[in-house]
């Protein structure tokens, strides 16, 4: 569509803009995105218009029948606003004037852009939020799914990625089911931030107009109503607080990403990916790539970018409006794009792209000293204090090493020669089934402590808000 006049903003211009001047400035280039949110925020500015009666019913109705015409050309792919439209604002509007008449020049009453564009995103992040909870708790369900078969599948644990103590596998996946639950409430709680209305505190300062602003936020949907327009207008605290939300769901998107690329390693084999998520190497013929956790990993740093590029758009800005803040939208718009496409390819990549490996995980844990500490927990429980006994299982180790052995290799005898307190028993307590199942502690990895935890953790999905 083509603009109607020089320029929307007032007869104050005399010359039209510089053509790279309109392009630099305008936003319509991707606000576009927000063209639901403009037209729902519209129709409820001019409901809202017609319930205060600064206009009448039926102007109201030519409005909102006008805006649904604008809805449906945009749906069937018919509207197509040009650069000299410059925001997604103006196009609605000068299109609505294009329907309905002069009439659609009274929608602007008592509003601004800039408590226009406010509550578009606002309205925008909250959809959003909502669907990226429901992605994190299908991601949940997708950990489970694994955790449930994996209870006694025993994976060495490691700490400064060197063999530490064997857990249960199921115990290692709902660590992450316990990041996603935080990332979860984390953006309840952002949402209840971002669902506050604007609508109302005009360009900076309010309105003349005898506005109902309790109304407009009502049929939006929104909880509650900035109380002070200049905050209202200026302040992208919200966006920012999501966008560190957003940020830690990345984090701990690449964390488990990083894990599985090293559990997909023949030196690791723990997991083999399957065809349907991986992919091959163009000259490479053996290879099988772990593309899918290696982009999430990637990914990971354009969602940080996006977190500091809004903190430094914020921290100069004196009040109100400035046009610094139309620099909202894109780190927005990708921050959601980037975390939504992490969360389904991961949750993908969980349900069907990756088998474990358990004959490649026993052997890995049958086959190391990650029992050590059980041994020296075995003299403790028999009386030795555990630092002597610590010290004595370190000459263990170092015997064993020396002899090219296991722990479980060694003889009675050879137990008894390094401390008299070992019996036939310590064959069981070095087990790692064993090692794992004594873990009995709140939140450690005893397969009945993960049972328990299990079960919590689908309680908890049940949860609503
Ligand atoms: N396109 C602008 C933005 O995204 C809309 C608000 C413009 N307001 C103004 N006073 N220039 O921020």
Redesign the pocket.
Known sequence: MSSSGPKAWSQRFESALHPAIAAFNA?IGF?IELIEQDIRGSEAHAKMLAKTEIISPEEAAQLVSGLETIRQEYLAGDFNPSVDD??I?FAVEHRLVEIVGDVGKKLHTAR???DQ?GTDIRLYLREQLDSIREQLRAFQEALLGHAEQHVETVIPGYTHLQRAQPLSLAHHLLAYVEMAQRDWERLGDVRRRVNISPLGCGALAGTPFPIDRMYSAELLGFEAVYRNSLDGVSDRDFAIEFTAAASLIVMHLSRLSEEIILWAADEFGFVKLTDSCSTGSSIMPQKKNPDVPELVRGKTGRVFGHLQSLLVMMKGLPMA?N?D??ED?EPLFDTVKTVQGCLEAMTILLRQGIQFQPQRLSTAVTTDYSNATDVADYLAAKGVPFREAYNLVGQVVRHCLDQNKLLKDLSLQEWQSLHPAFETDIYDAIAPQQVVAARRSFGGTGFEQVRHALLEAKKRLLVVD
């Open positions: 936003s606000d410059e925001d604002h601004s852009r800039n564009v409006y046009k803040l139309q939208k």
